[in-house]
């Protein structure tokens, strides 16, 4: 059946070891660059908007799990925070030393900041790299700064490896017929929000005595996140006061922002 041939990828039971967790960042297995179980250097992803914008752009220093940045795994084991987010956490378009990841590390340089941040990622995705990393690498606390969750519905990729072709109606929904489509449409926002509601609630369990803190880009998530997680657990950041700048590519965070949400968390926390 298309679009549900490969259940196995939609699993985090099945997810047993940190180089596990890169299954998650679908963009990052489809990019020519990525080596896996593997650290690299690469420049502006191919074909992203920043990469024409500006071809000779932000540095990406990915670790061997497929992720940016360095992970400090020592067995010595620093205090991890684990911060869990889509492109906006991952700091596409701005220098690693510039990210909110970055800034809140060199105010905690006690504890160990991990970037979870992957590029196009839905709030479903997160939830489960979330469960994921909470059993392989046991994280302290976790910050997420989630996308707007109408991104559950995603359009049709072509790249066997992008798990987001499971998240299309498969034949349930015939798109030769007008009425069907406008049903789903018509719906659509309901399911978005009842998706949310399961994936935030999914989170707070695992959670159990970890410190959870979310907020999101989007008015209208961050609107969900305060009606239906406990209180305390909501950051209540305004991205429209957070944001005074914009990344290279000209459309995510730039550094001026970056640092003003490690700013406002730094003081939540």
């Not at 061997?64 to 492109?87: C, H, P, Q």
């Not at 991952?90 to 006690?110: A, K, M």
């Amino acid at each position: 059946m298309d679009g549900i041939d490969n259940l196995s990828q939609l699993s985090p039971a099945l997810m047993t070891n940190k180089h596990d967790l890169v299954k998650f960042h679908e963009y990052m297995l489809t990019c020519p660059e990525y080596k896996p179980n593997q650290a690299f250097t690469c420049g502006p992803f191919k074909d992203s908007m920043e990469w024409e914008v500006d071809p000779t752009g932000t540095t990406y220093n990915i670790n061997e799990y497929g992720f940016r940045g360095n992970w400090n795994l020592d067995i010595s084991r620093k205090t991890r925070i684990a911060v869990f987010g889509d492109s906006c956490t991952f700091g596409v378009g701005v220098d690693e030393q510039d990210t909110f990841i970055q800034h809140l590390q060199s105010w905690y340089p006690n504890y160990s900041l991990l970037n979870f941040g992957m590029v196009g990622s839905s709030i479903e995705n997160i939830a489960k790299c979330y469960t994921v990393a909470k059993r392989v690498v046991d994280f302290d606390f976790a910050l997420m700064l989630l996308p707007d969750h109408g991104r559950f519905c995603w359009p049709q990729y072509t790249h066997p490896l992008w798990q987001h072709t499971n998240l299309i109606p498969g034949p349930g929904l015939d798109t030769n017929n007008s009425e069907h489509v406008e049903y789903f449409k018509s719906n659509n926002e309901l399911l978005e929000t009842n998706r949310t509601i399961n994936y935030l609630n999914w989170i707070n369990d695992i959670a159990i005595d970890k410190t959870l803190s979310i907020w999101s880009w989007s008015r209208e998530t961050n609107n969900i996140i305060e009606q239906v997680m406990p209180e305390g657990i909501f950051a209540n950041i305004d991205p429209k006061i957070v944001e005074t700048d914009h990344a290279r590519d000209h459309q995510h965070p730039g550094p001026k922002t970056h640092k003003r949400i490690a700013e406002y968390w730094f003081e939540l926390l």
